[in-house]
Structures are given as structure tokens and as C-alpha cells.
């Protein structure tokens, strides 16, 4: 089981920055996909993006194209979410998540095995 443990979450007035970080445990971590998720209050988890294995490919969701960017340290065994050009409704707790696959399995809960505790992440208009 890989453990993954979240910071960088805050508050932040819309049109800022934020950079979430992921650190994770486990040798094999620049074996797995890597990817991020967020939920917001009476909200189902939505996915929000994720990274392959190598760093090589990456798949956002339609609402953060353009906006967010994820990228990966394996030598840190650590992942990023770049958040710009932040809006209110991108209020909500992120996740850190990764799937026991080297290509992007998908946008579902359902496809990822490990998740970390969330970080808080609010957008004041």
C-alpha cells in the first residue's frame, strides 16, 4: 500500500496560485499513475486529473484544462498540482491518489487504490 500525505492547501482570492504537493512511500512509486481528485460539500469526489508513470502524459478534466498542471519527481517520490487562475467554485479538499498501473486507467474512484488524508483548498471571491 502506498501512503501519500498532502500539503499546500490555503486560502487564496480568486485569479491566485496554489501548489499542492504529494509525498508518498513505496518503492515502486515511479511504477504508478499518479493522480488528483476533489470533493466539495454534499459533492461526489470528481477527478481532476492524473499523471502516467514517466511524467510523459497527463489527463486533466475539461473544467481545469489550461488552468491546473501536474507533474511528478520520481528522485522525490513526490507528485504536483499547479493551480492558476483559481475560481471559487475550485473550493473543495484534494486528494492525492494512485493506481497500481503505468498508463492513466481513467477517471473514476474506482480505478485508484491509495488516497491521502485531502488538503483544504478555498478560492474567496
Known amino acids: 500500500q502506498v501512503q501519500l500525505v498532502e500539503s499546500g492547501g490555503g486560502l487564496v482570492q480568486a485569479g491566485g496560485s496554489l501548489m499542492l504537493s504529494c509525498a508518498t512511500s513505496?518503492?515502486?512509486?515511479?511504477?504508478?499513475?499518479m493522480g488528483w481528485f476533489r470533493q466539495a460539500p454534499g459533492k461526489e469526489r470528481e477527478f481532476v486529473g492524473a499523471?502516467?508513470?514517466?511524467?510523459?502524459?497527463?489527463y486533466y478534466a475539461d473544467f481545469v484544462k489550461g488552468r491546473f498542471t501536474i507533474s511528478r519527481d520520481n528522485a522525490k517520490n513526490t507528485i504536483y498540482l499547479q493551480m492558476n487562475s483559481l475560481k471559487p467554485e475550485d473550493t473543495a479538499t484534494y486528494y492525492c491518489?494512485?493506481?497500481?498501473?503505468?498508463?492513466?486507467?481513467?477517471?473514476?474512484?474506482?480505478?485508484?487504490?491509495?488516497w491521502g488524508q485531502g488538503t483544504q483548498v478555498t478560492v474567496s471571491s
Open positions: 513505496g518503492r515502486t512509486f515511479s511504477t504508478y499513475v
Open positions: 499523471i502516467n508513470w514517466s511524467g510523459g502524459y497527463t
Open positions: 491518489t494512485s493506481s497500481a498501473t503505468r498508463s492513466i486507467p481513467g477517471t473514476s474512484v474506482l480505478f485508484y487504490n491509495s
